[in-house]
């Protein structure tokens, strides 16, 4: 079974092919990838508008590519897996309708797949896949959740963020410092130079006693600092930057032990954009290892938003019996759709 991922929820455009046979875990052929950062840097963030603009553009050569490049031809695509929601409506209307324009020509069936679960069974894609269950950290722009997973769709909410994500955290902190967008990356390259123990920041709900987060109150934190360090703050930069992403990694992994602790399991899986973040690999590869814990990420260009994943969810849902990919054409979007509601 051949199965074409398209993914449009946000600001990447992402197409992949994958091939599932039987019960084995599929095999990514090939993907592709339009990021449009560049484009939305002079606004400071993503422009809705231009995202869907955009993305017209972009899927059918991205689809082209990613078939030349595997040595199939449209026509022996089977399923058109497209991403439904969580995300921009007009960007996931543009995979919408591309995926059951596609379907419709090809007289082949379409499945919408959830973002998240896309995020969530990325590690399958790694050359190191995990096996249920697990304990599933899901840290994007979005989104910071963590999760039971007893197998594909069976997901059990454990805890989750009750205002920014911790991805949102680091893009505020970053912007508020002049780093631009998205802010991640930026703020942690910078980190690598400065001393995380320079500031003394809020570690938010580390001891509520649940497994909730929440950062707003560290991205005000972060400008209360800001503001106090005035024209010193171009010189301490690095260190502002590294404290913070020192309290956005000690919640997470202390949460994620926490939950581990819980449920009694020993896998954790750690899965979004944040996911590439080095210090908070590096922290939770060493705290892990000291609980006897083994943790699974994806491949670090699999971390941000991509079609890989997509082709991959909707391919172990088809795989599991949980979802059939249908010749229903009439899509529908779902920009706020929970994952333990699927
Ligand atoms: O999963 P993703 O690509 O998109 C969503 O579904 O939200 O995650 C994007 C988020 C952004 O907030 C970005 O700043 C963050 O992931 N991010 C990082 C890093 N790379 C991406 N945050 C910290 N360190 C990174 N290396
Ligand atoms: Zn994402």
């Not at 309708?97 to 090809?106: D, E, F, I, R, S």
């Not at 020993?266 to 979004?272: D, E, F, M, S, T």
Request: aromatic share 4%; hydrophobic share 45%; with cysteine.
């Amino acid at each position: 079974m051949l199965v074409l991922g398209i993914e449009s929820s946000c600001d990447e455009t992402g197409i992949a092919l994958v091939r599932a046979e039987g019960a084995a875990l599929p095999v990514l052929l090939s993907h592709a990838l339009h990021s449009q950062i560049e484009m939305h840097q002079a606004y400071g963030g993503v422009v809705p508008e231009l995202a869907s603009r955009d993305h017209i553009r972009r899927v059918l050569p991205l689809t082209q590519q990613v078939l030349a490049e595997s040595g199939q031809r449209l026509a022996d695509v089977d399923v058109v897996a497209y991403t439904r929601g969580p995300g921009l409506a007009g960007a996931l209307l543009v995979g919408a309708g591309v995926a059951c324009a596609l379907g419709a020509a090809l007289d082949k069936p379409v499945l919408g797949v959830h973002h998240l679960e896309g995020h969530l069974l990325s590690p399958f894609l790694s050359a190191d896949p995990p096996e249920f269950p697990f304990v599933a950290l899901l840290v994007s722009g979005g989104h910071t959740q963590l999760m039971r997973v007893d197998g594909v769709g069976r997901y059990e909410m454990l805890g989750e963020t009750i205002d920014d994500a911790a991805g949102e955290a680091f893009d505020k902190s970053a912007k508020l410092m002049g780093l631009g967008y998205p802010g991640g990356p930026a703020l942690s390259r910078l980190a690598e130079q400065g001393d995380p123990t320079a500031f003394k920041l809020p570690r938010p709900l580390l001891h509520s006693g649940n497994l909730d987060f929440s950062f707003a109150g560290l991205k005000t934190a972060v400008m209360t600092q800001a503001k106090k360090l005035g024209d010193d703050l171009e010189l301490r930069k690095a260190d502002l930057a590294a404290s913070t992403q020192a309290a956005i990694v000690e919640v997470l992994w202390r949460k994620s032990i926490t939950a581990l602790q819980r449920t009694g399991l020993r896998r954790l899986v750690v899965a979004g954009g944040v996911g590439a973040n080095k210090a908070l690999r590096t922290q939770l590869n060493t705290v892990c290892a000291k609980a006897g814990v083994r943790v699974h990420y994806p491949e670090l260009h699999l971390c941000t938003d991509n079609g890989a994943m997509i082709a991959m969810a909707g391919s172990m849902r088809l795989q599991s019996g949980l979802q059939a990919a249908t010749r229903t054409y009439a899509f529908d979007v779902k920009p706020r759709w929970p994952l333990d509601s699927l």
